[in-house]
């Protein structure tokens, strides 16, 4: 597949089912009455992990996905029942976290809508339909989804694919404050989820195909007023300036797109940067910073304290733009403050937070382009560099070993839980293009190929932190694209391509429930709350996303075309 499609036609697809009535030019809004709605402070979100409900993206600013809940448990997750599920009417990609607080439940969809319900019973208390205007349309990549919200006071926060981002009232979804970041249409959206630190509402923004160049800001969260923005390609006369060729990182992408993670102790922000534009190197000389990385930012006023590159000199789209998740483990017998990361380039990295230096890093998918470490820097094979002249088949694709899918961490059994991608590309240089605002910016032609070590396309993997060594994985022959929950109750959900959300012994892999076949594929991050002391699992099930839209060999498998859209939210209990 070639990346040379037209925006007037990446617009009309995305539009695609849905046209979603050029998207209801103002907001669509019910009411109902609904039990009182608990202030989420501060503290309450310095101590998500033990709240009963789900408060931020990943659970917790540590970014764990893991929840203290036995609730469900190995004994007797067979008997998980669907409580409830609502229908979201949208065939796009389904990819947002429900966040629950209290009794209420808050979950976006496709195309910037925003519901809140009754965590109990699917009840909907609310509805709120962003008036997207149709130009934000023709810069999105890749589908028009929207990961999910944040919560604070009493407000609920949305990004936009427009680049706003907006607050509502959480008890009725009238709007308090929407403040817009960039114009649309010109390369920018946003998509993943906000996060809120120290009454601020931090996020960062897409658009590295589109040569937008990126950043994270920080706005007040009573106001929306923006505090701090900080650029994530470094201009000349900062530091990582001269890393660029004259000019280049204005429009050098390196988009922080998805949601970060935050260390209350160090008011520390560690926030992952996506690609460099245009994809070829030899079209940018040098590190290119600070793309393909993870920075730590003073969480007050965004100034970089450190950074680590995990795709140096970077022409394969290894967006580096995936979660980190906090952790503590001992590597040959020294205890760290650790970062862990499994990259789009096939490796899982353990980073000793303090201070960015690798502590280690081992491949969990077949790797080619990057084949060593040295001096604790990933060092690429230049083989495998595509150029104008050149093709080259390497190994993982652009999509990565791990896409945006986020893993989870077990502090019980010290594992991580990545969902991954077993495949490999042919990439080759294209004629260079002068940049203009709102077209690609790539430069390359390429194609999704079968890894030739497996003859699966998906599994779900588990690594000890200690060491990054595999100890169980589950293969299946479908991509696997949703995200992983570990609980206390020894347990790990996720969902399949296919239609299956399961859950797997947290220390061995073996699958323990396999839910009825649901209504679509599932690309969506599962969550798990307590309300009156019952557990509830939810997920999205809504296929879509990047697999369908650039899969090449795995979105012209059969098994994989035929896999049905719809969005439908599905909470299961026992």
């Given at each position: 597949m070639r990346y040379k499609r037209n925006v007037v036609e990446i617009a009309r697809d995305l539009l695609g089912v849905?046209?979603?009535?050029a998207v209801a030019q103002i907001p669509v809004l019910s009411y109902a009455a609904a039990a009182p709605y608990p202030v989420v402070t501060n503290k309450r979100l310095v101590n998500a992990q033990r709240d009963d409900g789900w408060l931020m993206y990943r659970r917790n600013y540590e970014s764990t996905g893991y929840a203290p809940f036995e609730g469900i448990n190995i004994g007797n997750v067979s008997q998980l029942k669907i409580a409830f599920d609502h229908p979201s009417n949208l065939s796009q990609g389904h990819e947002?976290?429900?966040?629950?607080?209290?009794?209420?439940?808050?979950?976006?969809?496709?195309?910037?809508?925003?519901?809140?319900?009754?965590?109990?019973?699917g009840k909907v208390l609310w509805q709120y339909d962003f008036p997207l205007e149709k130009k934000a349309l023709q810069t999105v990549c890749c589908d028009v989804v929207n990961r999910g919200a944040a919560l604070y006071g009493g407000l609920v926060y949305m990004g936009t694919l427009g680049n706003h981002v907006v607050a509502l009232d959480a008890r009725t979804g009238k709007v308090k404050w929407d403040t817009t970041l960039a114009p649309p249409g010109v390369g920018y959206f946003i998509s993943g989820a906000p996060l809120v630190v120290n009454g601020k509402v931090v996020i960062g923004d897409g658009g590295g195909e589109?040569?937008?160049r990126g950043f994270i800001v920080a706005m007040n969260a009573m106001t929306g007023r923006v505090e701090w923005k900080t650029y994530t390609t470094a201009a000349p006369g900062t530091p990582g300036g001269d890393t660029w060729p004259r000019g280049a990182y204005k429009t050098g992408g390196g988009n922080p797109w998805i949601t970060g993670t935050y260390d209350d102790k160090t008011n520390t922000l560690y926030w992952g940067v996506g690609n460099p534009a245009p994809w070829l190197s030899i079209m940018r000389p040098g590190k290119n910073l600070y793309t393909d990385s993870v920075v730590a930012l003073n969480a007050?006023?965004?100034?970089?304290?450190?950074?680590?590159?995990?795709?140096?000199?970077?022409?394969?789209?290894?967006?580096?733009?995936?979660?980190?998740?906090?952790?503590d483990l001992a590597y040959h017998g020294k205890v760290y403050h650790a970062l862990v990361h499994a990259d789009r380039n096939?490796?899982?990295?353990?980073l000793d937070r303090t201070n960015g230096k690798l502590i280690y890093a081992e491949p969990f998918v077949h790797v080619t382009s990057i084949t060593a470490m040295k001096d604790g820097i990933p060092r690429p094979n230049p083989e495998m560099q595509p150029t104008i002249d050149k093709q080259v088949f390497t190994c993982p694709s652009f999509i990565g070993g791990k896409n945006w899918w986020p893993i989870s961490v077990d502090p019980q059994t010290h594992m991580a839980y990545i969902p991954t991608l077993h495949a490999c590309m042919d990439i080759k240089g294209a004629?260079?293009?002068?940049?203009?605002?709102?077209?690609y910016f790539v430069n390359a032609h390429f194609?999704?190929?079968h890894d030739p070590t497996t003859d699966d396309w998906g599994s779900v993997q588990a690594l000890d932190l200690d060491s990054g060594n595999q100890v169980w994985q589950y293969k299946t022959h479908l991509p696997w694209s949703s995200?992983?929950?570990?609980?206390?109750g020894g347990l790990i959900f996720s969902g399949s391509s296919d239609g299956h959300f399961m859950a797997f012994d947290a220390k061995t892999g073996k699958v323990l429930w396999i839910s009825e076949q649901l209504r679509s594929g599932i690309i969506g991050v599962p969550t798990t709350y307590v309300v009156d002391g019952k557990q509830y699992v939810a997920i999205w099930a809504g296929w879509g996303g990047a697999v369908p839209m650039w899969g090449g060999q795995v979105a012209s498998d059969p098994a994989v075309k035929t896999i049905p859209r719809g969005g439908h939210l599905y909470v299961f209990a026992l």
């Amino acid at each position: 597949m070639r990346y040379k499609r037209n925006v007037v036609e990446i617009a009309r697809d995305l539009l695609g089912v849905c046209l979603l009535v050029a998207v209801a030019q103002i907001p669509v809004l019910s009411y109902a009455a609904a039990a009182p709605y608990p202030v989420v402070t501060n503290k309450r979100l310095v101590n998500a992990q033990r709240d009963d409900g789900w408060l931020m993206y990943r659970r917790n600013y540590e970014s764990t996905g893991y929840a203290p809940f036995e609730g469900i448990n190995i004994g007797n997750v067979s008997q998980l029942k669907i409580a409830f599920d609502h229908p979201s009417n949208l065939s796009q990609g389904h990819e947002a976290a429900p966040l629950v607080n209290g009794r209420y439940m808050f979950v976006t969809t496709p195309m910037n809508h925003l519901i809140a319900m009754d965590a109990t019973n699917g009840k909907v208390l609310w509805q709120y339909d962003f008036p997207l205007e149709k130009k934000a349309l023709q810069t999105v990549c890749c589908d028009v989804v929207n990961r999910g919200a944040a919560l604070y006071g009493g407000l609920v926060y949305m990004g936009t694919l427009g680049n706003h981002v907006v607050a509502l009232d959480a008890r009725t979804g009238k709007v308090k404050w929407d403040t817009t970041l960039a114009p649309p249409g010109v390369g920018y959206f946003i998509s993943g989820a906000p996060l809120v630190v120290n009454g601020k509402v931090v996020i960062g923004d897409g658009g590295g195909e589109y040569g937008a160049r990126g950043f994270i800001v920080a706005m007040n969260a009573m106001t929306g007023r923006v505090e701090w923005k900080t650029y994530t390609t470094a201009a000349p006369g900062t530091p990582g300036g001269d890393t660029w060729p004259r000019g280049a990182y204005k429009t050098g992408g390196g988009n922080p797109w998805i949601t970060g993670t935050y260390d209350d102790k160090t008011n520390t922000l560690y926030w992952g940067v996506g690609n460099p534009a245009p994809w070829l190197s030899i079209m940018r000389p040098g590190k290119n910073l600070y793309t393909d990385s993870v920075v730590a930012l003073n969480a007050d006023t965004g100034e970089v304290k450190w950074y680590y590159q995990w795709t140096p000199t970077d022409s394969w789209d290894y967006d580096g733009a995936n979660e980190t998740v906090m952790t503590d483990l001992a590597y040959h017998g020294k205890v760290y403050h650790a970062l862990v990361h499994a990259d789009r380039n096939g490796w899982f990295f353990a980073l000793d937070r303090t201070n960015g230096k690798l502590i280690y890093a081992e491949p969990f998918v077949h790797v080619t382009s990057i084949t060593a470490m040295k001096d604790g820097i990933p060092r690429p094979n230049p083989e495998m560099q595509p150029t104008i002249d050149k093709q080259v088949f390497t190994c993982p694709s652009f999509i990565g070993g791990k896409n945006w899918w986020p893993i989870s961490v077990d502090p019980q059994t010290h594992m991580a839980y990545i969902p991954t991608l077993h495949a490999c590309m042919d990439i080759k240089g294209a004629a260079p293009v002068a940049y203009k605002a709102g077209l690609y910016f790539v430069n390359a032609h390429f194609e999704l190929k079968h890894d030739p070590t497996t003859d699966d396309w998906g599994s779900v993997q588990a690594l000890d932190l200690d060491s990054g060594n595999q100890v169980w994985q589950y293969k299946t022959h479908l991509p696997w694209s949703s995200g992983t929950l570990a609980t206390a109750g020894g347990l790990i959900f996720s969902g399949s391509s296919d239609g299956h959300f399961m859950a797997f012994d947290a220390k061995t892999g073996k699958v323990l429930w396999i839910s009825e076949q649901l209504r679509s594929g599932i690309i969506g991050v599962p969550t798990t709350y307590v309300v009156d002391g019952k557990q509830y699992v939810a997920i999205w099930a809504g296929w879509g996303g990047a697999v369908p839209m650039w899969g090449g060999q795995v979105a012209s498998d059969p098994a994989v075309k035929t896999i049905p859209r719809g969005g439908h939210l599905y909470v299961f209990a026992l």
